[in-house]
């Protein structure tokens, strides 16, 4: 009964995400950054950005890597590395799979074999927009520790919920082949698909019921925790609790930044993830309605103790050497060569990277989150970084492009 009332739900559900320019969200995976003006912002927590129906249109162009910038001087083994990490989730008939098992026999941390093996496994492929633009945004994202516990007490009273047994995810090409990609969410209300609890109605007491994981003491923490799509929560005991994504509840994402903007709250320019944050302490009176104003929730589940956090190909991510990116662009699993600069610096960052992760507001040709690691470290350049970068994707040598 519900199989035939959802082949009924295809259509009309293609015209409403088609008009609405909305794609999943696979992931929540971003820090909080200033939008940019005046078209939908590519900021970093901007999932408010609904990923375009159509493809990202990217175009290759076949680069030497002596006309690379920076690659002569670039140290390859790290990111060799973080290749290798991901290998355990290509399958044997990928194109990538000959290269995976050749970086697997090759000596771990040699810089010598790393570049030989890259460069006599793969070409280099820039990635250039439909428009011809061969820049693109390039910000970051980390892993939060949050203070918590796993009962509720005076201080720690916000919780973390786990997926709601009501919750229903709903893969639509299983009912229409035109929507590949596309996923409906929402709850079973006297036999309709109605949209999931927001998150007004999530925090206000109405009937939403889920598991809670953990109990922390900041909303706006948990807020970020959220945008992260990812972190931990540390005991009393010193334990640590990782929290990786499980599910969403539907809604669309709305950035905080942008809507303090609007409100006259903050100029652009301080609505970094710190300059929220900032905001938030002082404006205690004002915060509910500003998290409110984001009516997207993000559900998670614990992950084994002693896992790193696990992007979208299903391998542990590197600091500092794991890439998000838009898989319609760049195909999961594959090593990228990035250069950017620094958060709020001039300095070059020239490096090799492992293409392992995605987030909502990781969409388009060339752009790109950095991850940067654990804690309050990589938290402050993540937070900070937004940059303009170019990509040049690694792919076997004697392929065609890559069509992801």
């Known amino acids: 009964m519900l199989d035939a009332f959802l082949r009924k739900l295809a259509l009309p559900a293609a015209a409403i995400l088609v008009a609405a320019g909305c794609a999943e969200l696979p992931r929540a995976t971003r820090v909080e950054s200033a939008p940019a003006a005046p078209a939908c ?3 970093a927590e901007c999932q408010a950005c609904p990923a375009p129906a159509r493809p990202a249109e990217a175009r290759y162009q076949q680069t030497a ?16 590395r973080a290749f290798a990490t991901g290998c355990a989730r290509i399958a044997r008939t990928h194109v990538l799979r000959r290269a995976c098992d050749s970086v697997l026999a090759a000596p771990p941390g040699d810089e010598r074999a790393a ?3 890259v460069e006599e496994s793969f070409s280099a492929w820039a990635i250039v927009s439909a428009e ?6 390039i910000t970051g994202y980390y892993e939060p520790v949050l203070p918590g516990s796993r009962t509720r007490t005076e201080r720690f009273r916000h919780p973390v919920y786990g997926v709601p047994d009501d919750l229903v995810a709903v893969d639509l090409e299983s009912v229409n082949p035109d929507l590949k990609g596309m996923r409906l969410r929402g709850r079973i209300d006297r036999n309709r698909l109605v949209p999931y609890w927001s998150r007004a109605e999530i925090e206000n007491a109405n009937p939403f019921r889920a598991p809670v994981l953990a109990w922390v003491e900041d909303a706006v923490e948990l807020f970020f925790l959220q945008v992260q799509g990812s972190g931990q929560v540390e005991l009393a005991s010193g334990e640590r609790l990782r929290l990786g994504y499980a599910d969403q509840n539907g809604h669309p994402y709305r950035s905080m930044g942008r809507y303090l903007i609007r409100r006259g ?7 970094s993830m710190q300059g929220i944050k900032a905001w938030a302490a002082a404006n205690p009176q004002k915060l509910r309605e500003a998290l409110d104003a984001n009516p997207s929730y993000v559900f998670f589940r614990e992950m084994p103790a002693g896992a790193g956090p696990v992007g979208t ?3 542990p991510l590197t600091a500092a050497y794991s890439l998000a990116v838009d898989p319609r662009s760049v195909p999961l699993g594959a ?3 990035l250069a950017t600069t620094m958060p709020l610096s001039s300095q070059p960052l020239l490096r090799l990277m492992a293409a392992q992760d995605t987030g909502g507001a990781i969409r388009g040709a060339v752009r790109a989150d950095f991850f940067w690691g654990t804690g309050s470290e990589a938290g402050a350049l993540a937070g900070r970084m937004r940059q303009q970068g170019r990509m040049w994707v690694l792919w076997p ?8």
Do not use: K, M, N, Y
């Open 397 to 404: 040598r004697g392929e065609e492009p890559p069509r992801p």
């Open 132 to 137: 011809g633009a061969a820049e693109g945004l």
């Open 115 to 117: 570049r030989r093996f």
């Open 41 to 43: 912002p590519a900021c």
């Open 265 to 271: 709250e903050l100029p652009l320019e301080q609505t």
């Open 313 to 315: 190909l299903g391998a």
């Open 335 to 337: 090593p990228v060569f």
């Open 65 to 80: 890597f002596s006309a690379i910038p920076g690659w002569q001087d670039a140290a390859l083994a790290p990111g060799v």
